[in-house]
């Protein structure tokens, strides 16, 4: 059954999981004119029904930048995914990603809007999908941060397949330096098995020059109190 399976691991990479990720390490708030922020990730998915002995490991990098406004921005990434089965590493992918953060409040809740590629030769418009996500940070201190999002999955050539997900995660770390995010993840496949993700990232952040002044929405002890 595996030998079958094997010459097939794109098609299934692309169908079952590989390309979607529950785990977006990052906050509710958006870079603003003059700031930057990179995000470096590793993530493996296992699949939660235990008679199966597959899994996947992901790495991406990724930027976002200012849209212009203080309430939106733009993401960046890239991803190398390989497939993990019985003999080791069989197959590997890569997928691009893009899309506008929306900040409905200040640094606390934001709808993230992407649409992602892997590019698996004749499978590459069936996997694309878009996955509209919900983001929503609480700060505990000045350097610790719960992120805990949903996530919603709808492919472009099937959209009756729709798979949904969430997660958990702290950001360590002071603004304008280094965070440091471990998160955890779920992607629920409706009348199919579920993926367990866990993985962990960096965002170094920075400023571009000067900043643009504060409009009078975002300034307050929020601002001072959120580490990203």
């Not at 709808?111 to 878009?130: L, N, Q, W, Y």
């Amino acid at each position: 059954m595996r030998k079958r399976f094997l010459p097939f691991y794109t098609f299934f990479l692309v169908h079952f999981s590989g390309c979607l990720s529950s785990t977006p390490f990052q906050s509710a708030r958006v870079v603003e004119s003059g700031e930057q922020a990179a995000t470096v990730s590793l993530q493996k998915s296992v699949d939660a029904n235990e008679s199966q002995d597959y899994s996947w490991y992901m790495m991406e990098m990724g930027t976002r930048l200012p849209l212009g406004s203080d309430r939106v921005d733009l993401g960046l990434s890239g991803v190398i995914m390989a497939f993990d089965g019985d003999d080791g590493i069989e197959g590997v992918g890569a997928m691009f990603g893009l899309g506008p953060k929306f900040e409905i409040f200040q640094d606390v809740l934001a709808i993230d809007m992407p649409v992602r590629v892997m590019f698996a030769g004749e499978s590459t418009f069936e996997s694309t999908h878009f996955y509209p996500r919900a983001i929503l940070s609480l700060p505990l201190s000045e350097l610790v941060e719960i992120n805990l999002s949903h996530t919603r999955y709808f492919y472009m050539n099937a959209p009756e397949y729709q798979p949904y997900g969430f997660s958990a995660g702290f950001a360590l770390g002071r603004r304008g330096g280094v965070i440091i995010r471990p998160e955890i993840g779920i992607v629920v496949y409706p009348e199919s098995h579920d993926l367990l993700q866990f993985g962990i990232a960096f965002t170094p952040e920075g400023t571009t020059g000067d900043p643009a002044p504060d409009p009078d929405w975002a300034t307050g002890p929020l601002d001072d109190q959120t580490p990203h």
